[in-house]
C-alpha cells in the first residue's frame, strides 16, 4: 500500500524568504500524480501545485516549485519570497495513475507559519 | 455557485439524531469523494463516487451512509453518532481520465465542522 509522509509538523518562515516543505513517500507503482495543496485556515483547500511522475523537470507555479526525486520518492515544495498569504496548512498528497483508481493518499500537513 | 459547495457548514447533533451533509460540485466532473479531516491525522477517504456508483468504501462504520443521485450531488447521511465521529467533513470532486491538463486534481468543498454531543 501507498504511503505519504510529512515529517515536519509546522515550519516557519519569515516573509519575503524561502522556505522547504518535505514529503516523501512509498509506492512500487512507475506511474502516479503527486500534489500538493494548501489549506487556509478556515478556508477551503485548493491545489498548490502537481508533478506527473513520468515527468522529470520540476514542476513550477509562479513562486512554488518542487524537487521532485523520483529514485530517492521525494516530493518536496519550495514557496520563494513568502508572503503572509502563504500561511496555511500544506498537504502532500498522492494518486495512482491506474485507471479507474481514485484513491488519493494524503500527508498529515505541514503548518506553515510566516512571519512579518 | 462555482466549484465544489457544501451544506451546512457547522452542524451540531445528539447521539440519537439523524441529519445529512450535501455536497454538490458546478465543475461537471465525474467522480465525487468523502473525506473526514480530524486534527493531525491525514484526510482520511470515506467513499468514492464514480458516475454515481460508488467505487470505494474504506471500511466507514454503517452510521455514516452515503448517497450519490446523480454526479453533480453527494450526500453523507448521518445517525446514532459517537462523540469520535466530530471532525471536518470534506466533499471533493474530480474529473477522471487522460494524464495532463486538470485532470486527477481534486476540487474541495469548504467541509461541513461536525460537533457529536
Known amino acids: 500500500a501507498q504511503t505519504v509522509t510529512q515529517s515536519q509538523p509546522e515550519m516557519s518562515v519569515q516573509e519575503a524568504e524561502t522556505v522547504t516543505l518535505s514529503c516523501t513517500y512509498d509506492?512500487?507503482?512507475?506511474?502516479?500524480?503527486l500534489f500538493w495543496y494548501k489549506q487556509p485556515p478556515s478556508r477551503q483547500m485548493i491545489l498548490v501545485i502537481r508533478?506527473?511522475?513520468?515527468?522529470?523537470q520540476n514542476a513550477t507555479e509562479n513562486r512554488f516549485s518542487v524537487n521532485f526525486q523520483k529514485a530517492a520518492k521525494s516530493f518536496s515544495l519550495k514557496i520563494s519570497d513568502s508572503q503572509l498569504g502563504d500561511a496555511a496548512m500544506y498537504f502532500c498528497a498522492y494518486r495512482s495513475a491506474n485507471s479507474g483508481t481514485y484513491k488519493y493518499i494524503f500527508g498529515t500537513g505541514t503548518r506553515l507559519k510566516v512571519l512579518a | 455557485e462555482t466549484g465544489v459547495t457544501q451544506t451546512p457548514r457547522h452542524l451540531v447533533m445528539g447521539m440519537t439524531n439523524k441529519k445529512s451533509l450535501k455536497c454538490e460540485q458546478h465543475l461537471g466532473h465525474n467522480a465525487m469523494y468523502w473525506y473526514k479531516q480530524s486534527a493531525k491525522k491525514p484526510l482520511e477517504l470515506m467513499f468514492v463516487y464514480n458516475f454515481k456508483e460508488q467505487t470505494e468504501n474504506n471500511s466507514v462504520p454503517s452510521r455514516f451512509s452515503p448517497e450519490c443521485p446523480n454526479s453533480s450531488h453527494l450526500f453523507l447521511h448521518l445517525h446514532t453518532l459517537q462523540p469520535e465521529d466530530s471532525a471536518l467533513y470534506l466533499c471533493a470532486s474530480s474529473q477522471d481520465g487522460l494524464a495532463g491538463g486538470s485532470y486527477n486534481e481534486q476540487f474541495f468543498g469548504p467541509g461541513t465542522r461536525l460537533t457529536v454531543l
Open positions: 509506492t512500487s507503482e512507475s506511474d502516479y500524480y
Open positions: 508533478q506527473e511522475a513520468y515527468k522529470q
